[in-house]
């Protein structure tokens, strides 16, 4: 399995840091409940935008760009978040930013996802673009007619991170979730989901894998 080195652990860290205190800057008034729980996403985001996904900021549309799907408000929040510290938009219009595609946007969906996927395979997509949905872990277990068909479908291009409080242990002993998605076919990796640098050599394995994958990111 492919690992960072130090130098890239260190950065990919320092982004974080300053990520988490943008969403302590803006969201002051959220509680401290809610603004642990955006933090705690950081890393995944982090991992996503700074390491993982082909991407370019200046082309937002550019054709080969891996696509990254967030099924819930919480996500979505702090992938607007990092796209800003990526270079999608300035700092002096964060605020707008955030509220534009964050509170003004149509939630996106595991369905907009496979949509997306299926589009581009029927059109004889060959750039092997990625599709990454980032879902929490109750949205994993309300969907799992659409992780049968991912499965089915053999969509090997989708990875789906989803984030959870319990820990490798607990999944394991109480095999609630993790059997039910290797019942389904899926390989699953528990890791810990506030280290950037886990998340990236995770995601780095399940690309190897060269099937659909699911990633359970632990960020208690």
Not at 197 to 213: F, G, I, M, R, W
């Amino acid at each position: 399995m492919k690992t960072l080195t130090k130098d890239e652990k260190e950065a990919l860290s320092l982004v974080q840091q300053d990520v988490e205190i943008t969403i302590g800057n803006v969201f002051s008034s959220f509680g401290e409940k809610a603004l642990k729980n955006l933090k705690s996403l950081s890393g995944i985001f982090v991992a996503l935008y700074f390491k993982i996904i082909n991407h370019d900021p200046k082309t937002p549309n550019w054709k080969n760009k891996d696509d990254v799907f967030s099924t819930n408000n919480y996500a979505n929040i702090v992938e607007s978040v990092i796209k800003v510290h990526a270079g999608y938009e300035e700092f002096s219009n964060l605020k707008s930013y955030i509220t534009k595609h964050t509170f003004l946007k149509v939630e996106n969906t595991f369905g907009e996802a496979i949509g997306h996927y299926t589009a581009a395979r029927d059109s004889g997509d060959r750039h092997e673009r990625f599709y990454y949905l980032v879902v929490s872990e109750l949205d994993l277990l309300n969907n799992f007619s659409a992780l049968e068909f991912i499965q089915k479908n053999n969509m090997r291009r989708i990875i789906i991170i989803s984030y959870t409080k319990s820990s490798n242990t607990e999944i394991n002993k109480e095999n609630k979730l993790n059997g039910k998605l290797i019942n389904l076919g899926f390989d699953t990796l528990v890791v810990n989901g506030l280290s950037p640098a886990s998340v990236c050599e995770a995601v780095y394995y399940a690309k190897d894998l060269k099937k659909p994958t699911i990633i359970l990111a632990n960020v208690n």
